[in-house]
T-cell receptor
């Protein structure tokens, strides 16, 4: 009965690799987000999708590409991973653009 | 651009006591929402309380309440009867009524002493 789920929870990989993080929500929400939490715990939005349409794209390197195959899924693909990409990545969803957001458990990405 | 400031990197409170976490924000908008999120060591982000800017009444959720001072752009969180399970990182967040992105403060790490 998980509301917002992410896979994997932990991801350890080498520099230069390509990896994906998956997010699914079973709440029927229209809007989904990706946030990055750095080593100092600072949280910053990366992307937002509403009904599969990209509506927020913060200043994020082109190596990061979100994909929303349907309203319930928002995946994050990262190419050519760098050391600085190491962080916890959170997926979130909300029923409309003005409601509170519900977060997934996070994916801790470690780039070696 | 909107900003959120949490000036207390760490706070400590005795069990059963009351603690107040500070948050100030900067915006030129009149329509916005404010939130407090809790992040325990499990790293799950949990919504604690929310406040709509157009509401003058301060939001309350059980032991958690806010002091919302719109003119001063202040949004503090009061935790009453603190419990060991309240120990966590607390984030203040701002959401514009026009966009749907959350802007977070840098967080306050709350320790609860038995």
């Amino acid at each position: 009965d998980t509301a917002v789920s992410q896979t994997p929870k932990y991801l350890v990989t080498q520099m230069g690799n390509d990896k994906s993080i998956k997010c699914e929500q079973n709440l029927g929400h229209d809007t989904m987000y990706w946030y990055k939490q750095d080593s100092k715990k600072f949280l910053k939005i990366m992307f937002s999708y509403n009904n599969k349409e990209l509506i927020i794209n913060e200043t994020v390197p082109n190596r990061f590409s979100p994909k929303s195959p349907d309203k319930a899924h928002l995946n994050l693909h990262i190419n050519s991973l760098e050391l600085g990409d190491s962080a916890v990545y959170f997926c979130a969803s909300s029923p409309t653009s003005i409601n509170e957001q519900f977060f997934g458990p996070g994916t801790r990405l470690t780039v070696l | 651009a909107q900003t959120v400031t949490q000036s207390q990197p760490e706070m400590s409170v005795q069990e059963a006591e009351t603690v107040t976490l500070s948050c100030t924000y900067d915006t030129s908008e009149s329509d916005y929402y404010l939130f407090w999120y809790k992040q325990p060591p499990s790293r799950q982000m949990i919504l604690v309380i929310r406040q709509e800017a157009y509401k003058q009444q301060n939001a309350t959720e059980n032991r958690f309440s806010v002091n919302f001072q719109k003119a001063a752009k202040s949004f503090s969180l009061k935790i009453s009867d603190s419990q060991l399970g309240d120990a966590a990182m607390y984030f203040c967040a701002y959401r514009s009524g026009a966009t749907n992105k959350l802007i977070f403060g840098t967080g306050t790490l709350l320790a609860v002493q038995p």
